[in-house]
């Protein structure tokens, strides 16, 4: 956290007007703090900022755990990383148990994605053998979330 | 006075919110969640503190207590519009910068909103008489959240279940209503500010090109709409202003028939909208300054003839979406961030290299936001700033914006909502 506001946008602009009119085609500034880089770019001018403190982002979503599919049976894996739903919405039922039997068009969860409902679809049809991600979970792209046994 | 303004919001208009703030002296602090804990708005409030969730009431009314906060700030999105947020945020003592309680529980409900734009005299889009196509709208609606086209009655219900859980996801609220769907319009909104009693425009904007009705270029003014239309426009949406008596920024969204120019009441947004810097460009007015003045308790101190709209301002939405692919989200940590620069060009982003685009919240990573002495020259300058930005770790709708840009029909002006059907394909 800090108070000051190193440059403004109309700083910046003022910086590659400047340049513009001359023959340099890239300026750094670096401090402590941050790095502004402005450079000529095919017609015209870019701004990069790096920040000291922006660096070494932590993971952004602890994984579902994997589990291992043999037994004949097969993975239901989300669309997309994001936060797995059971039911299409609070106090719904959900969409299915195990033991519930389902077709490859089958809504069996969705998976929100940056406020975006997608529908996790059975894939396969079979039986629900287990559903391995609890509701609310953020699960990544390659998650296990239920398996089916055909 | 407000000395120290609570954010209730993250990414680019959080860091938006502070710049203004900071010019006005005054003191800014942020609620940021975990997954936030680094961004750089947390980095660049004067404060930070931890929160659970953006959607939390008590959360943020906590965090804004205990910063010893004297306004909130709520941003868009989120509990922007929330009645009961600003009303918690009342008892607790917090000025909201926003319209009243009554006013955003009015507006927030869509079936209530058409109502009052009947009684203050503005057409509105006709029901559901009429037959499919439909729109799925949420009651509790905006930002295109919730909303479904349905073709065919099978269809219906399934539409509805997944409208309804987007709609519960984005605003706690899962209720629907039910649209004729008018499929050759443009979407025109008109920027207004109001004080209580006396309210003022700012000009329209045209949204037109849409996506699922998520907005991706917006500019100011809207272009080729013959006058007697756009001042007809522009007088209800302050007419619908001062009708509520509203306090604060608004937006009046309008259904404009792409033909006959008449035009149709959609919604009040009873906020600040993603697009506003377009307003910003032809008036020369920090719509965010002027929310926190009336916050303030102020009289409006502009009056309608001294609002001039000069030249035309585009804004391009980058997303962090691979548009070659259906638009999927693509959250990540960005590894490198070259935006645009230069005069006449603004860019509101909160991401720079390793930033990290959470898969949590939306996929809006940076606006870029061109102006120009008129439409064309405002069109150059956009290719030229589109073909300049470098994102590198994450997929972005640049490539479709280079697209949009020289499409013969954009370059033209005043396409319809119907303009992006078939476009990636294309």
Not at chain 2, 74 to 88: C, D, H, K, R, V
Not at chain 2, 291 to 308: K, N, R, S, V
């Amino acid at each position: 956290m800090s108070a000051d506001l190193p440059l403004t946008p109309e700083d910046v602009a003022e910086i590659v007007a400047i340049l513009d009119g001359g023959a340099y085609d890239r300026l750094e500034v670096r401090t402590t703090r941050f790095t502004l880089r402005v450079a000529r770019e095919g017609g015209g001018w870019t701004q990069e900022w790096e920040w000291s403190a922006s660096e070494a982002p932590a993971a952004i979503a602890e994984a579902a755990p994997r589990v291992e599919v043999g037994d004949g049976l097969i993975a239901v894996r989300p669309p997309l990383p994001g936060t797995f739903y059971r039911a299409p919405q609070p106090g719904a039922p959900p969409f299915v148990e195990a033991g519930d039997t389902v077709g490859p068009d089958s809504v069996v969860a969705i998976i929100e994605t940056m406020k975006l409902m997608n529908p996790v679809h059975a894939g396969a049809a079979g039986t629900i053998e287990a559903i391995l991600v609890d509701n609310a979970a953020p699960v990544d792209g390659d998650a296990l979330l239920m398996t089916i046994r055909p | 006075m407000i000395r120290r303004l609570f954010i209730a919001n993250r990414g680019e208009i959080a860091l938006r919110v502070i710049h203004t703030a900071r010019r006005l002296g005054m003191i800014t602090i942020i609620g940021a969640t975990e997954a936030d804990r680094d961004s750089l708005p947390a980095l660049r409030a004067d404060e930070a503190l931890p929160v659970a969730s953006y959607l939390s009431i008590d959360a943020m009314i906590d965090a804004a207590r205990g910063a010893r906060a004297d306004a909130i700030h709520p941003g868009y999105g989120f509990l922007s519009e929330n009645a009961a947020f600003a009303s918690a945020g009342a008892d607790a003592g917090l000025i909201f910068v926003g319209p009243d309680p009554a006013t955003l529980a009015t507006m927030g409900d869509k079936l209530e909103a058409r109502r009052i734009a009947v009684e203050a005299g503005l057409p509105v889009v006709p029901g559901r008489e009429g037959g499919y196509p439909l729109l799925i709208k949420a009651v509790a609606g905006g930002g295109g959240r919730g909303m479904k086209r349905v073709d065919r009655e099978e269809d219906l219900d399934a539409a509805m279940a997944m409208a309804s859980a987007e709609a519960e996801a984005a605003f706690g609220d899962g209720r629907l209503y039910i649209e004729r769907f008018i499929a050759s319009g443009r979407h025109v909104e008109v920027q207004v500010l109001g004080d209580g009693s006396s309210a003022v425009h700012l000009g329209d904007r045209d949204c037109s090109i849409q996506r699922r009705f998520q907005k991706l270029v917006e500019e100011a003014p809207a272009p080729g709409i013959p006058e007697d239309k756009r001042e007809a426009l522009r007088s209800a949406a302050v007419r619908l202003a001062e009708h509520l008596n509203y306090r604060g920024a608004g937006t009046v969204e309008f259904l404009v028939d792409a033909e006959t120019f008449d035009f149709y009441f959609l919604e009040m947004n009873a906020r600040i909208q993603v697009e506003h810097p377009v307003t910003e460009a032809v008036t020369g007015i920090d719509l965010v300054e002027q929310q926190l003045l009336i916050a303030d308790g102020q009289p409006l101190a502009l009056h309608q003839e001294m609002i001039a709209l000069e030249g035309h301002a585009i804004e391009a939405r980058i997303n962090a979406e691979d548009w070659r692919c259906d638009f999927r989200p693509s959250p990540g940590v960005v590894h490198r961030a070259a935006w645009p620069a230069g005069p006449d060009i603004r860019v509101d982003s909160h991401i720079a290299a390793g930033c990290v685009v959470p898969p949590l919240y939306d996929s809006l990573i940076g606006k870029i936001i061109v102006s120009g002495a008129d439409r064309a020259e405002a069109v150059a300058r956009l290719g030229d700033a589109l073909d300049a930005l470098v994102i590198e770790g994450v997929e972005t709708t640049a490539g479709l914006h280079r697209r949009i840009v020289r499409d013969p029909r954009f370059v033209a002006g005043g396409v319809d909502t119907r303009y992006f059907e078939g476009f990636a394909d294309a």
